[in-house]
């Protein structure tokens, strides 16, 4: 089985995030609410991050997120 690529596996700050996506923090949880945009993981009480495996699908297609982000 192949080895997962490290960049895929880390996990992104939401200044990341808005940097790689060029959108507001406001935009990204808007997303997340209604399901477009990839859910953060909780890392402690207050504190998320992203997926950056997620963010680059989203990244590549963002208009078939909502439809095909089922994990």
């Known amino acids: ?3 997962p690529n ?3 596996q880390r996990l992104l700050e939401i200044k990341q995030v808005m940097k790689a ?7 990204i949880y808007r997303g997340v609410k209604a399901g ?3 859910v953060p993981v ?4 207050g504190r998320v991050a992203w997926r950056a495996a997620d963010v ?3 990244i590549d297609a963002p208009l078939e997120w909502g439809a ?4």
Do not use: G, I, V, Y
């Open 56 to 58: 680059a699908k989203w």
């Open 21 to 27: 996506t060029s959108l507001s923090r406001s935009s």
């Open 42 to 45: 909780a890392l402690t009480t």
């Open 36 to 38: 477009t945009f990839p």
């Open 68 to 71: 095909e982000a089922e994990f």
């Open 6 to 8: 490290p960049d895929q």
């Open 1 to 3: 089985m192949p080895s």
